[in-house]
């Protein structure tokens, strides 16, 4: 559906909403998305919000439920009755509820588990034990297990028996008697062998499988390297707990993408969405690091202070300064953000090290050079007569170009190997190192070639 359709779809149900038109709009309702009907009710008030979602029909409720934000779904919780609450958390996918329950107050969380049965109550315990970003926090227990003795007529009823339950039926599990996985086979192999043929014989047995206390990002980037839809979990003795699906992946690659991005602009990260976000909290997860840029930036003019007396002989050289730090800042951020990227991805290693900073010193002495060239000759038309200032710009341009690219691109697998996250040694804390050290290579040229 595009954008102007799915606008005018919502606008429509906003009109039958408001005349009260409940008939037409339940309707409607029941065979939307529920991704679009979760975006209707996100604009509601509380009271609305409760009244279209017990419009929806039990199927499509829960599918609608998960798709809201917590707010919303605190709203819902609060509303419910203990019927009502406990076949929303039945319906729920397991991941799906555990997700919920991390976001609510806690007793809210504890009136949800009363009303759950003993079994989902205690398979929702088990997933909020693990811990915070790891696998076993964003897996899900609904999946489709078979045994290798089993022959396809089998294994396909046995899909048909369990798959309305499984958030996935396109691959399926091999394990044992103790649960242990052994195999995968997929849907397709199974639908394409003959009905006598047995489960043992299509299994693949090389997996490919994700650690419960593993972080979930390391998952995501083994589902991506190896395209899976939904990469199996084991726990420290490799039996089959659950599984990573696509939607699970999805989610991770925006949060810690969104994350990295903070960090990188040297903001604390926000859990809720900008607008859901209260001023003083906003304030509150940027003010540490402007505090701790600000006092780090006193070094420069620290600096400043040092060489007065040099720019105070050739008043000129105080000119150049901002283009200096400045160029020096972006080219540290373009190879600190190259790098972050690349260990995102898992493209770099910690083992890449040398290799890094020997492309990077080849790119930045041909960038260096061309920038050096550049100003030199714009600095002899410009103020003729002062070549060895031109001298002392170009110079300073080369080395602080290549300082800064070396900076830049060490410093990220550097803190990845003292476990801090790459992305702190992003733009803002590359500028800043970089202004310190371009500051001093220019001066104490200026002091040699111009006798300062």
């Not at 929702?124 to 999946?143: C, H, K, R, W």
């Not at 047995?198 to 589902?223: C, K």
């Not at 972050?340 to 770099?348: H, K, P």
């Amino acid at each position: 559906m595009e954008e102007l359709e799915r606008k005018d779809l919502l606008s429509g149900w906003m009109k039958l909403l408001e005349s009260r038109n409940y008939r037409a709009l339940k309707a409607q309702l029941a065979d939307a998305n529920e991704v679009d009907v979760a975006e209707f009710m996100e604009d509601l008030n509380a009271e609305k919000t409760v009244l279209v979602f017990r419009m929806l029909p039990k199927g499509v409720a829960s599918d609608v439920f998960a798709n809201l934000e917590p707010e919303d779904q605190q709203l819902i919780i609060s509303s419910a009755t203990d019927t009502e609450l406990a076949e929303i958390v039945e319906d729920l996918n397991v991941d799906d509820a555990v997700d919920m329950l991390e976001e609510l107050p806690a007793n809210v969380v504890k009136r949800v588990l009363k009303t759950a049965r003993p079994d989902t109550r205690k398979l929702i315990n088990q997933f909020l034990n693990y811990p915070e970003n790891s696998v076993g926090s964003i897996m899900t227990a609904e999946f489709i297990d078979l045994r290798k003795t089993m022959k396809v007529s089998e294994a396909i009823a046995r899909i048909r028996a369990t798959g309305e339950e499984s958030e996935s039926i396109y691959t399926c599990y091999v394990i044992d008697a103790r649960r242990v996985l052994e195999g995968v086979v997929t849907l397709r192999e199974l639908l394409l062998a003959e009905d006598d043929t047995v489960v043992e014989e299509l299994m693949e047995t090389d997996l490919i499988a994700a650690r419960t206390t593993e972080d979930q990002e390391e998952a995501v980037q083994r589902m991506m390297k190896y395209d899976f839809i939904s990469l199996p979990v084991v726990d420290q003795e490799d039996r089959l707990v659950g599984i990573v699906t696509v939607d699970d992946v999805m989610d991770v690659m925006e949060e810690e993408a969104t994350e990295d991005f903070e960090k990188m602009a040297a903001m604390a990260p926000s859990e809720k969405p900008y607008l859901k976000t209260s001023v003083f909290t906003l304030a509150k997860n940027r003010i540490v690091w402007l505090l701790v840029l600000m006092v780090s930036s006193m070094i420069t003019g620290g600096i400043l202070g040092k060489y007065e007396a040099a720019f105070a002989a050739v008043p000129l050289l105080v000119t150049f300064i901002p283009m200096l730090t400045d160029t020096g800042g972006n080219a540290g951020s373009q190879s600190s953000t190259m790098i972050i990227r690349g260990m995102a991805v898992g493209e770099i290693e910690l083992g890449d090290f040398l290799k890094v900073l020997w492309k990077e010193l080849r790119v930045s002495l041909l960038v260096g050079l061309i920038l050096s060239a550049v100003n030199f000759v714009r600095l002899e038309i410009q103020y003729p007569g002062n070549t060895m200032v031109s001298l002392t710009v170009a110079g300073a341009m080369l080395v602080t170009v290549v300082l800064a690219k070396s900076i830049g691109s060490m410093l990220p697998i550097l803190a990845k190997r003292c476990h801090v996250d790459p992305t702190i040694m992003a733009a803002p804390l590359i500028t800043t190192i970089v202004d310190a050290v371009s500051l001093i290579v220019y001066f104490n040229l200026a002091q040699r070639l111009l006798g300062l």
